[in-house]
């Protein structure tokens, strides 16, 4: 059962930066997919970014360009840089992991707490 451990968050004004890790621990093997989610008061909860295991990333349309995620496989952490931030980014964001490629959908088997993002 793979543990994930979000971390990062935290208020900051229109216009700056965050930068979320995720830890990932509980596994074997480096075959992990994750990914970042995003969840608003009132809404669904959204695929935000996603990376493979060959280091292509894929982006939900309203970061692209602002957001970058990255993963480092000797320390099974997942990171989201995220620049220019706006009040729309505000946010529970969550960790994902899955053993395939599930990229933005919400099918992953394992996800984290979530770290809070808020953005005035």
């Known amino acids: 059962h793979v543990q994930l451990v979000e971390s990062g968050g935290g208020t900051v004004q229109a216009g700056g930066s965050l930068r979320l890790s995720c830890v990932a621990s509980g596994f074997a093997g480096s075959n992990l997919y994750m990914a970042w989610f995003r969840q608003a008061p009132g809404k669904e909860r959204e695929g935000v970014a996603a990376?493979?295991?060959?280091?292509?990333?894929t982006y939900t349309y309203a970061v692209q360009g602002r957001f970058t995620i990255s993963k480092d496989n000797a320390e099974n952490t997942l990171y989201l840089q995220m620049n220019n931030l706006k009040p729309e980014d505000t946010a529970m964001y969550y960790c994902?992991?899955?053993?395939?490629?599930?990229?933005?959908?919400?099918?992953?088997?394992?996800w984290g707490r979530g770290t809070q993002v808020t953005v005035s």
């Open positions: 990376i493979d295991n060959a280091g292509s990333a």
């Open positions: 994902a992991a899955d053993f395939f490629n599930l990229q933005l959908s919400r099918q992953y088997s394992s």
